[in-house]
């Protein structure tokens, strides 16, 4: 019996001294792993280019940019004949013609609201201080600015003003009105504010700068018009007193289609 319990007893001793069943780690959670690949992943995305400087905004040109491209260039002519400034021609054209869209300008081509005065030509009745008040009428605009400076030139009240420098364009603005070109109190201000907002004293610097070997034809006056919204070959001879045919023929044309923007050389006779 005892032999048995002994027996018994070494049995269970040799079974605790066994070896332990091994602890198994478990592996890592598969969502952890997947965590880390994605921010392994977001880690070596190639970084996003930074985003382009906004381009300034491309201004608009307005009928007073088309009025200065069209006429600048008789403008310049009238201050080298006439010692008007271009800037002072240029503003009044564009103030007194209302950029060339005003009735007068698009009727009679009298961009300066040049009253009859005597004037044996042809005649238009517009509203003005009064109404139907006579004003002058032009075959065509060149003349209009021919005559502008003939006004100014042949009367005694303008005679200082050409004593002034020819880049004085603020007592030339003041000036005018001083010697009665107009009863708006303002005048001076309009005129000074167009020259400054456009650099009209630019084409002055251009007169004075310019070599005066240069012949000018003084039969024939050229100028560059830029088609706006509206033009018409029809529209633009009732505007310079010339045939369509011979627009057509100075710039090439095979139609009579215009696009915006094209360029046309416009020759009309003064």
Same mark, same amino acid.
């Given at each position: ?8 007893? =070494?049995?269970?001793? =040799? ?9 198994? &780690?478990?592996? #890592? ?31 608009? $040109?307005?009928?007073?940019?088309? @009025?200065?491209?069209? @006429? %600048? ?8 004949? /006439?010692?008007?400034?271009? /800037? ?14 005003? $009735?007068? %300008? ?10 009859? !005065? ?18 002058? #009428? *032009? ?16 009367? #005694?009240? @303008? ?5 002034? +420098? ?7 603005? $003041? ?5 009665? *070109? ?9 005129? =000074?504010?167009?020259?400054?907002? @456009?650099?009209?004293?630019? *084409? ?17 006056? %050229?100028?560059? !018009?830029?088609?706006? +919204? ?9 505007? *310079? ?8 023929? &100075? ?14 050389? =416009?020759?009309?006779?003064?």
């Amino acid at each position: 019996m005892k032999i048995r319990i002994l027996i018994v007893i =070494i049995s269970c001793f =040799i079974l605790g001294c066994g070896p332990k069943k091994g602890v198994v &780690t478990k592996k #890592k959670n598969s969502k952890e792993k997947t965590e880390i690949e994605a921010v392994k992943k977001e880690t070596e995305k190639t970084p996003e280019p930074t985003s382009k400087p906004k381009e300034k905004p491309v201004k608009k $040109r307005t009928s007073v940019d088309n @009025y200065i491209d069209t @006429y %600048a260039a008789i403008a310049m002519d009238e201050m080298r004949t /006439s010692k008007i400034p271009a /800037s002072i021609t240029l503003a009044q054209g564009i103030l007194e013609s209302g950029s060339g869209n005003g $009735r007068l %300008a698009k009727e009679a081509n009298n961009h300066f609201g040049i009253k009859c !005065h005597g004037w044996k030509g042809q005649k238009i009745y517009h509203d003005d201080d009064r109404r139907q008040e006579c004003f002058r #009428k *032009y075959k065509a605009a060149a003349t209009s600015y021919k005559d502008h400076s003939e006004f100014l030139t042949g009367r #005694k009240r @303008y005679a200082g003003l050409f004593k002034l +420098k020819p880049t004085d364009y603020k007592g030339w603005a $003041r000036g005018l009105k001083v010697a009665g *070109y107009a009863t708006d109190r303002k005048y001076p201000q309009k005129l =000074i504010s167009l020259i400054e907002r @456009y650099e009209l004293y630019k *084409y002055d610097q251009q007169v004075l700068g310019a070599k005066t070997d240069v012949k000018v034809d003084t039969e024939v006056t %050229a100028i560059k !018009h830029i088609v706006v +919204k509206g033009d018409t070959l029809y529209s633009l001879s009732k505007r *310079y007193g010339l045939a369509v045919d011979t627009i057509k023929s &100075t710039n090439n044309l095979n139609s009579n289609t215009l696009s915006l923007g094209q360029v046309l050389l =416009i020759k009309s006779n003064n």
